[in-house]
């Protein structure tokens, strides 16, 4: 087969990887240079632990056996499996935690509750006083910035990978083919658009009605950090952001503990992960209601209230997200020969190997 990939952020990437390990022919088609929206501008987690059950852990999951796998053959990826620790200050937080070790999939997401002393063995950068963390195993990380990149070297040396940047494409010329503003037309035997946040122009008018929605985010990175942070690590306000920490301990945390107002207004958890390069990673915000604003501002990153190395990047980013909570992405056939896959919203790292086997399955690659 000849498959047309529109799209190299990491859901379309992963798609030409599928395709190519297949044996297939693919051209992919990046409206600029290189990719630049929301899968080079994230903290490159592959985050089990706060998957929904069901279909969604089990994506999750599947994606991180295959960024495992093709972390091996591909170093340049960057992949390591550090897990995560979420730190819990009070009896409330703690609540949640032991919660989610009592789920039925505690045991695949690789959950357990650690006292403070164990946290700080686990991961020796840690400090101040905490009550415990949860522990999830099964978490792991890529190096966002470089990971497509990567990717594409790899596919390249496959002899069967075309690259084409710095074209958009505009319509579809008949069943597998489109044409770009080039006016150059690229014909397969299926075209499968992975345009990410892009939801005007040609994806607007395949899907007029599509069920996904656009978020912003925000954060930095900073300079090395002069010690090795061992796992990626969460706050407790990141419960109330992963469908996995639900039930009566999460609704008793909302009523007994508000976000701080800082937090509450930018809709803040803190996520941590060091890079390979020594710096950290530091988020992240959620702004829905859009026109979204385009000030990248300080004042959460004040809120973190401790001395950090030097910030060295500071950056907002856009990503789509389904408005089903329950679906995992939005897979569509647009029209003859051509298939739209979108909205994984803040699951991209974490889900997008696995939603390209599974797409690659459904269309008989």
Same mark, same amino acid.
């Given at each position: 087969?000849?498959?047309?990939?529109?799209?190299?952020? #990491?859901?379309?990437?992963?798609?030409?990887?599928?395709?190519?390990?297949?044996?297939?022919?693919?051209?992919?088609?990046?409206?600029?240079?290189?990719?630049?929206?929301?899968? &080079?501008?994230?903290?490159?987690?592959?985050?089990?632990?706060?998957?929904?059950?069901?279909?969604?852990?089990?994506?999750?999951?599947?994606?991180?056996?295959?960024?495992?796998?093709?972390?091996?053959?591909?170093?340049?990826?960057?992949?390591?499996?550090?897990?995560?620790?979420? %730190? &819990?200050?009070?009896?409330?937080?703690?609540?949640?935690?032991?919660?989610?070790?009592? +789920?039925?999939?505690?045991?695949?997401?690789?959950?357990? +509750?650690?006292?403070?002393?164990?946290?700080?063995? +686990?991961?020796?950068?840690?400090?101040?006083?905490?009550?415990?963390?949860?522990?999830?195993?099964?978490?792991?990380?890529?190096?966002?910035?470089?990971?497509?990149?990567?990717?594409?070297?790899?596919?390249?040396?496959?002899?069967?990978?075309?690259?084409?940047?710095?074209?958009?494409?505009?319509?579809?010329?008949?069943?597998?083919?489109?044409?770009? @503003?080039?006016?150059?037309?690229?014909?397969?035997?299926?075209?499968? !658009?992975?345009?990410?946040?892009?939801?005007?122009? %040609? #994806?607007?008018?395949?899907?007029?009605? !599509?069920?996904?929605?656009?978020?912003?985010?925000?954060?930095?990175?900073?300079?090395?950090?002069?010690?090795? *942070?061992?796992?990626?690590?969460?706050?407790?306000?990141?419960?109330?952001?992963?469908?996995?920490?639900?039930?009566?301990?999460?609704?008793?945390?909302?009523?007994?503990?508000?976000?701080?107002?800082?937090?509450?207004?930018?809709?803040?958890?803190?996520?941590?992960?060091?890079?390979? @390069?020594?710096?950290?990673?530091?988020?992240?915000?959620?702004?829905?209601?859009?026109?979204?604003?385009?000030?990248?501002?300080? @004042?959460?990153?004040?809120?973190?209230?401790?001395?950090?190395?030097?910030?060295?990047?500071?950056?907002?980013?856009?990503?789509?997200?389904?408005? @089903?909570?329950?679906?995992?992405?939005?897979?569509?056939?647009?029209?003859?020969?051509?298939? *739209?896959?979108?909205?994984?919203?803040?699951?991209?790292?974490?889900?997008?190997?696995?939603?390209?086997?599974?797409?690659?399955?459904?269309?008989?690659?």
């Amino acid at each position: 087969m000849r498959v047309i990939v529109v799209g190299a952020g #990491v859901v379309g990437t992963m798609h030409a990887w599928q395709a190519v390990e297949r044996g297939h022919e693919v051209v992919h088609i990046e409206r600029e240079a290189e990719a630049r929206g929301a899968s &080079v501008r994230n903290f490159g987690l592959v985050w089990v632990g706060g998957r929904a059950g069901g279909a969604e852990l089990e994506t999750a999951l599947r994606a991180r056996e295959l960024w495992e796998g093709s972390g091996a053959r591909v170093p340049g990826l960057g992949f390591r499996p550090n897990g995560s620790l979420t %730190l &819990v200050t009070n009896e409330a937080e703690l609540a949640v935690a032991r919660a989610a070790t009592e +789920l039925p999939d505690a045991a695949e997401r690789g959950y357990k +509750l650690l006292d403070a002393a164990e946290a700080r063995a +686990l991961n020796p950068a840690l400090r101040g006083e905490f009550a415990g963390a949860l522990w999830c195993e099964r978490d792991g990380a890529v190096e966002p910035r470089v990971a497509q990149r990567a990717l594409k070297d790899a596919l390249l040396a496959s002899g069967r990978y075309t690259f084409v940047g710095g074209r958009e494409v505009r319509e579809v010329t008949g069943p597998g083919a489109v044409r770009d @503003d080039h006016g150059a037309t690229h014909t397969g035997d299926a075209v499968v !658009l992975c345009t990410g946040a892009w939801l005007g122009g %040609l #994806v607007r008018e395949l899907a007029p009605k !599509l069920p996904v929605r656009r978020v912003r985010l925000q954060m930095m990175q900073t300079a090395p950090l002069g010690e090795a *942070l061992t796992t990626s690590v969460a706050d407790a306000d990141s419960f109330r952001y992963y469908p996995a920490y639900r039930g009566e301990a999460l609704t008793a945390l909302a009523a007994a503990q508000q976000q701080t107002p800082v937090a509450a207004e930018h809709k803040m958890q803190l996520l941590m992960v060091q890079r390979a @390069d020594g710096g950290l990673t530091i988020g992240d915000t959620h702004e829905y209601a859009e026109p979204f604003n385009f000030d990248v501002v300080e @004042d959460p990153y004040e809120h973190l209230g401790r001395p950090l190395p030097p910030i060295r990047h500071l950056w907002a980013g856009v990503y789509a997200q389904c408005v @089903d909570p329950g679906r995992v992405v939005h897979r569509e056939r647009a029209t003859d020969g051509v298939w *739209l896959v979108t909205g994984p919203g803040g699951r991209g790292i974490t889900c997008s190997p696995a939603i390209a086997e599974t797409t690659a399955n459904e269309l008989g690659w």
